[in-house]
């Protein structure tokens, strides 16, 4: 019932330490350190910049990027940092817009791989507001069969609670998840599966599609 798996995430964090060893783009390098740390490193980021980030603005001056990127324990120079800083402070205002940082620090999928995490997505979100909720996954899913919920540990809602925090992100469980989590998600899943034929099949299998 829980799709996105360990052996995943451990081919996952083989192939970004194999593969950082041969990169120069900084960019690339930082992504592959995220990976490196599984496939909810992405939003580990995330969480170390939400910190820094005290009045909430969502973006960040390069002294408090840096800051983020060494709180995460990302191995990086000052050189490094700048230059990515400056990708993403198109209009030099000294500031980034960290959830555009995030997602384009997202492994790259083919149209085929969104379009079959979109799937699973729609599947689950019966209401079709975009967001997946505890009331989306009661029409889905029968909790009988789980566990905890068989030796009284959990209630229905736990059960479904704990479900969609893998999915959300890790510094805002709101017990919501959406599209952009969800895809999230799933892209650091993808980028341990080669062929996007394996990554179907294996969301198929999932979620029953």
């Given at each position: 019932?829980?799709?996105?798996?360990?052996?995943?995430?451990?081919?996952?964090?083989?192939?970004?330490?194999k593969?950082?060893?041969?990169?120069?783009?900084?960019?690339e390098?930082?992504?592959?350190?995220?990976?490196?740390?599984?496939s909810?490193?992405?939003?580990?980021?995330?969480?170390?910049?939400?910190?820094?980030?005290c009045?909430?603005?969502?973006?960040?001056?390069?002294?408090?990027?840096?800051?983020?990127?060494?709180?995460?324990a990302?191995?990086?120079?000052?050189?490094?940092?700048?230059?990515?800083?400056?990708?993403?402070?198109?209009?030099?205002?000294?500031?980034?817009?960290?959830?555009?940082?995030?997602?384009?620090l997202?492994?790259?999928?083919?149209?085929a791989?969104?379009?079959?995490?979109?799937?699973?997505?729609?599947?689950?979100?019966k209401?079709?507001?975009?967001?997946?909720?505890?009331?989306?996954?009661?029409?889905?899913?029968?909790?009988?069969?789980?566990?905890k919920?068989?030796?009284?540990?959990?209630?229905?809602?736990?059960?479904?609670?704990?479900?969609?925090d893998?999915f959300?992100?890790?510094?805002?469980?709101?017990?919501?998840v959406?599209t952009?989590?969800?895809?999230?998600?799933?892209?650091?899943?993808?980028?341990?599966?080669?062929?996007?034929?394996?990554?179907?099949?294996?969301?198929?299998?999932?979620w029953?599609l």
């Amino acid at each position: 019932q829980m799709p996105g798996t360990a052996r995943h995430d451990r081919e996952m964090i083989t192939q970004a330490k194999k593969k950082l060893s041969k990169t120069t783009d900084p960019l690339e390098r930082l992504r592959l350190q995220c990976l490196a740390k599984g496939s909810a490193g992405i939003k580990g980021l995330g969480r170390a910049f939400r910190i820094i980030d005290c009045n909430n603005s969502r973006t960040l001056d390069f002294n408090e990027f840096l800051r983020g990127l060494h709180h995460y324990a990302l191995l990086i120079n000052k050189e490094e940092a700048q230059e990515i800083f400056r990708i993403f402070d198109k209009d030099s205002s000294g500031t980034i817009d960290f959830d555009e940082f995030l997602i384009t620090l997202r492994p790259p999928m083919s149209n085929a791989r969104k379009e079959i995490i979109m799937q699973a997505f729609q599947k689950l979100d019966k209401t079709g507001d975009g967001v997946i909720t505890i009331d989306d996954l009661r029409e889905v899913y029968n909790v009988k069969c789980h566990p905890k919920y068989q030796n009284g540990d959990w209630t229905e809602d736990e059960v479904f609670r704990a479900f969609l925090d893998n999915f959300d992100s890790p510094y805002d469980k709101d017990g919501r998840v959406t599209t952009e989590e969800f895809m999230n998600y799933y892209a650091g899943v993808s980028a341990s599966i080669d062929t996007d034929i394996y990554f179907i099949i294996m969301m198929k299998n999932a979620w029953k599609l």
